[in-house]
């Protein structure tokens, strides 16, 4: 059982280039969402899909896209990189409604230059 | 607007020490609480959770977290605590009929032998 696997671990990207941060779950969660981690700031919810074909925003939307295609699949995109989104991302899902604990992927660590 | 406030950046205590991670919290309504840690370079694992009932709740690794309704926190402590213990720890609220789940900004526990 792989739990939330994200892809890719580390990315380097040029300012204005464009990328999708991958999020796969294997526990058929309905729940899904994208959180960015930075210093001092704890978790910031970006975007979140409450199953496939819904998705919302969530804190810090800007810059960012996702879509659900299937229960399995959660990517972010990111349009035109900038050094603002320098970040940890994390993938989670959730099982169980809104009382369910959050499983989270090891995280992509992204830099912008 | 829900929220979570973690007062101390970094908590340090001598190994076989009590330790204590503060949380208070705001959201509409009923809480769902969580903890979590995070160990470096690595996703958020999940410790416990206070859904309903007892406010004393038991966890994982020998931590535990009391809910206090009056004073809208959520601490979480641990009787006697390891070396490997060391980490950065999150609290986390949801209100009960939303999925979104919002972060303090994370203490990071050191333990010296």
């Known amino acids: 059982n792989a739990g939330v696997t994200q892809t890719p671990k580390f990315q380097v990207l040029k300012t204005g280039q464009s990328m999708t941060l991958q999020c796969a779950q294997d526990?058929?969660?309905?729940?899904m969402s994208w959180y960015r981690q930075d210093p001092g700031m704890g978790l910031r919810l970006i975007h979140y899909?409450?199953?496939?074909?819904?998705?919302d925003q969530g804190e810090v939307p800007n810059g960012y896209n996702v879509s659900r295609s299937t229960t399995e699949d959660f990517p972010l995109r990111l349009l035109s990189a900038a050094p603002s989104q320098t970040s940890v991302y994390f993938c989670?899902?959730?099982?169980?409604?809104?009382?369910?604990?959050?499983?989270f992927g090891q995280g992509t660590r992204l830099t912008v230059v | 607007a829900q929220s979570v406030a973690q007062p101390e950046d970094q908590v340090n205590v001598a190994e076989g020490n009590p330790l204590t991670v503060k949380c208070t919290y705001s959201?509409?309504?009923?809480?769902?609480l969580f903890w979590y840690v995070q160990y470096p370079n690595r996703g958020l694992q999940f410790l416990l959770k206070?859904?309903?009932?007892?406010?004393l709740v038991k966890g994982s690794y020998g931590f535990e977290a009391e809910f206090n309704k009056s004073q809208t926190s959520f601490h979480l402590k641990k009787p006697s605590a390891l070396v490997s213990d060391s980490a950065l720890y999150f609290c986390?609220?949801?209100?009960?009929?939303?999925?979104?789940?919002?972060f303090g900004a994370g203490t990071t526990v050191t333990v010296r032998a």
């Open positions: 986390a609220v949801r209100g009960v009929n939303d999925y979104k789940l919002s």
């Open positions: 899909s409450v199953g496939a074909g819904i998705t």
């Open positions: 206070y859904i309903t009932g007892d406010n």
């Open positions: 959201v509409s309504g009923n809480p769902y």
């Open positions: 989670a899902s959730t099982y169980s409604g809104t009382s369910g604990e959050a499983f």
């Open positions: 526990m058929n969660h309905e729940y």
